[in-house]
């Protein structure tokens, strides 16, 4: 019944791993976002995916790499973890112009 | 560019005391205007939201009224209760893009 659903929910790794992050909506959405949350509750957005396309694209490093195999997914794959990528990461998906968003529960990573 | 500013907390009041917390923000067009809201431990939710100047966003007790001329959207209710402690968050839509304020925490005392 979830209709923004992220997993994992908690992901510790060590500094230097690679790991991603899944996002599937069965809203029938066609929008699809990443957003980070920093420490201090900041959020940013880092990614927007439409029908599968990519739209926005914030100033995020290389590391980071949004995937979106169909217009319910969109993965984020973090190459080379660092320290200051620990956040929590929310996934959230828009239906058209007019609709507000519904985000995921957000995933807490923590990079040691 | 386009910025929300919301005022700083934690803002901490007693059970049944009247809430404002005041938003304002910075757009080159005409956004739409939301409320969100963080409970401990959970993702965001849409609590309300004004999609044209002079609308009122209302629900769950709380209203939120659109205003062009002060570029303002600030969040009030009448009485609060305990279970209104969370982050809420001001947030701004232009074209694709939802820019958020940093949050303002509130902590309802019994």
């Known amino acids: 019944d979830t209709a923004v659903s992220q997993t994992p929910k908690y992901l510790v790794t060590q500094m230097g791993n690679d790991k991603s992050i899944k996002c599937e909506q069965n809203?029938?959405?066609?929008?699809m976002y990443w957003y980070k949350q920093d420490s201090k509750k900041f959020l940013k957005i880092m990614f927007s995916y439409n029908n599968k396309e990519l739209i926005i694209n914030e100033t995020v490093p290389n590391r980071f790499s949004p995937k979106s195999p169909d217009k319910a997914h969109l993965n984020l794959h973090i190459n080379s973890l660092e320290l200051g990528d620990s956040a929590v990461y929310f996934c959230a998906s828009r239906g058209g112009v007019n609709y507000g968003y519904t985000f995921g529960s957000g995933t807490r990573l923590t990079v040691v | 560019g386009d910025s929300v500013t919301q005022m700083e907390g934690p803002v901490t009041l007693s059970e049944e005391a009247f809430l404002t917390i005041n938003c304002t923000y910075t757009a080159t067009g005409y956004p739409s205007l939301f409320w969100y809201v963080q409970y401990p431990g959970e993702g965001l939710q849409l609590l309300l939201k004004a999609t044209k100047a002079d609308d009122k966003g209302s629900n769950k007790g709380f209203e939120a009224t659109y205003r062009k001329e002060t570029t303002s959207f600030h969040l009030e209710k009448g009485s609060v209760q305990v279970s209104d402690s969370a982050v809420y968050f001001c947030a701004l839509r232009m074209d694709d893009k939802i820019i958020f304020g940093k949050g303002t925490r509130l902590h309802i005392l019994p």
């Open positions: 809203l029938g959405h066609d929008t």
